[in-house]
């Protein structure tokens, strides 16, 4: 079977996909080797028996509705090809809005940034990718997470940052400039989480306690220990808590309290400054 063929072949198998054709070719060419152009342009080459041995099983996943970037183990975010496993969340070209955001409160002079949930490690390395004069620590509490963000780091050569494993602000004894988290925020209860690549994700990545705003909770009370003078502290968050994490920014203590939307143009992100009299 030549490249054509095989692509509408799986495509049409791929009737649950918002991209069913982009879905084809990027296994395609995850498999082959090929870059896009060129399984586009030469659609006539054919494929050998190894190559189609390989696409079967991962055709057949795809139709389970397993995400792409599951089966190929990879995702680009701020145009960083990161490693991906099932153990962490497939990062949203959305939370790319809470990575300029932080950007554009961060000093011009260099100073210490924290990730909290840092996952994949996507924020952090785009941060320290950005802002290399910085020095940026991720913390999850996964283990094989942060195995998986220092496996990033090394392979985007980026040395100005680290990941540890604890939870939440447990394993810190110093304060940051900037805070920045994508912590779990749905309730266990939203429908949502039937559909879709969260089918596949892990859910303690994904949900939260107290309607999936206890880890929010938790992050915004205890930030005030580990922010510097004048820091910010953003968050990302569901798109119908705006309010309320607004409230709990401005209960807490903190000023400047401002939501700003994603590229949807839902309520996304939630970020306060730390005042120097505080």
Not at 65 to 77: K, M, S, T, V
Not at 78 to 91: E, N, Q
Not at 131 to 152: F, K, Q, S
Request: with cysteine; aromatic share 8%; proline share 5%.
């Amino acid at each position: 079977m030549d490249y054509q063929h095989w692509l509408a072949m799986a495509a049409s198998r791929f009737i649950d996909s918002e991209s069913p054709k982009r879905d084809a070719e990027i296994l395609l060419g995850f498999i082959t080797g090929r870059s896009r152009s060129f399984i586009l342009a030469f659609g006539e080459t054919l494929l050998t028996a190894e190559q189609l041995a390989l696409l079967t099983p991962l055709v057949h996943r795809r139709q389970q509705g397993e995400p792409i970037a599951y089966l190929i183990g990879q995702r680009e975010f701020w145009s960083l090809p990161l490693t991906l496993s099932a153990t962490t969340l497939i990062p949203r070209p959305d939370t790319e809005c809470l990575v300029e955001q932080a950007l554009s409160h961060l000093p011009r002079a260099a100073c210490s940034i924290l990730d909290l949930g840092s996952g994949s490690g996507a924020i952090a390395l785009a941060l320290a990718s950005e802002r290399p004069d910085c020095t940026v620590i991720g913390v999850d509490i996964n283990a094989d997470a942060v195995a998986l963000a220092c496996h990033n780091a090394t392979k985007l050569a980026l040395n100005n940052l680290s990941f540890i494993q604890g939870n939440w602000f447990a394993p810190l004894d110093q304060r940051f400039m900037l805070i920045v988290s994508n912590p779990p925020y749905i309730d266990a209860n939203d429908p949502h989480l039937a559909k879709g690549d969260v089918r596949y994700e892990p859910p303690q990545a994904l949900i939260a306690e107290a309607n999936g705003m206890a880890d929010l909770i938790t992050i915004v009370q205890q930030a005030p220990y580990y922010i510097a003078a004048s820091g910010w502290l953003l968050v990302e968050h569901g798109w119908k808590q705006a309010k309320q994490v607004q409230a709990l920014f401005c209960k807490t203590g903190f000023n400047s309290v401002v939501t700003h939307k994603d590229y949807a143009g839902h309520d996304r992100i939630t970020l306060g400054q730390w005042n120097l009299s505080q």
